[in-house]
T-cell receptor, first 114, second 110 residues
Framework: NAGVTQTPKFQVLKTGQSMTLQCAQDMNHEYMSWYRQDPGMGLRLIHYSVGAGITDQGEVPNGYNVSRSTTEDFPLRLLSAAPSQTSVYFC?????????????FGPGTRLTVT | DAKTTQPPSMDCAEGRAANLPCNHSTISGNEYVYWYRQIHSQGPQYIIHGLKNNETNEMASLIITEDRKSSTLILPHATLRDTAVYYCIVRNSGNTPLVFGKGTRLSVIA
């Protein structure tokens, strides 16, 4: 299994540009989520999904959109990038069996908005 | 807001046990205690979780007090590779998300 994969690894955007961060998992996990981590800070939840077709907002959803059309993929869209969105973005997945399973994280996408 | 309180940083000598405390005084009966760690800039890694009994796996031991208001993660023989930020998280079963606090930065010193 490749686990949780994220692309791209690095990205530089100009203010106002839009882009999609990709996340995929090959573990047939129902639950997927997106976090951002600012320098020296903990992770903050952006959006999450408990299965295909179902998404919900986390702590810091503004400026981001998500959709979940397949079990495997959970893309994160930045609608109009702002310097405040400069951060490292982590995608994660876990099985929803009992909800107690460990959560697997991807390697992260490092985004800079100038 | 995170439901846990952890010291911002700790040091531990290599080869010694690292004991990382976590306070979760408002934990409810159906909430579990989870520990994750993040090494440098990598994605967080699951370590262990428990409800009320002590738990042990190949990475660590988790000791939960009888009143469940606090817990301690124990790395029995810390190595330099255990230097990381350790996050204590409480959540119930089901589809509630993991909410991270600021964690404890553990530095293992040679």
């Amino acid at each position: 299994n490749a686990g949780v994969t994220q692309t791209p690894k690095f990205q530089v955007l100009k203010t106002g540009q839009s882009m999609t961060l990709q996340c995929a998992q090959d573990m047939n996990h129902e639950y997927m989520s997106w976090y951002r981590q600012d320098p020296g800070m903990g992770l903050r939840l952006i959006h999450y999904s408990v299965g295909a077709g179902i998404t919900d907002q986390g702590e810091v959803p503004n400026g981001y959109n998500v959709s979940r059309s397949t079990t495997e993929d959970f893309p994160l869209r930045l609608l109009s990038a702002a310097p405040s969105q400069t951060s490292v973005y982590f995608c994660a997945s876990r099985s929803s069996g009992t909800g107690l399973d460990e959560q697997y994280f991807g390697p992260g996408t490092r985004l800079t908005v100038t | 807001d995170a439901k846990t309180t952890q010291p911002p940083s700790m040091d531990c000598a290599e080869g010694r046990a690292a004991n990382l405390p976590c306070n979760h005084s408002t934990i409810s009966g159906n909430e579990y205690v989870y520990w994750y760690r993040q090494i440098h800039s990598q994605g967080p890694q699951y370590i262990i979780h428990g409800l009320k009994n002590n738990e042990t796996n190949e990475m660590a031991s988790l000791i939960i007090t009888e009143d469940r208001k606090s817990s301690t993660l124990i790395l029995p023989h810390a190595t330099l590779r255990d230097t990381a930020v350790y996050y204590c998280i409480v959540r119930n079963s089901g589809n509630t998300p993991l909410v991270f606090g600021k964690g404890t930065r553990l530095s293992v010193i040679a």
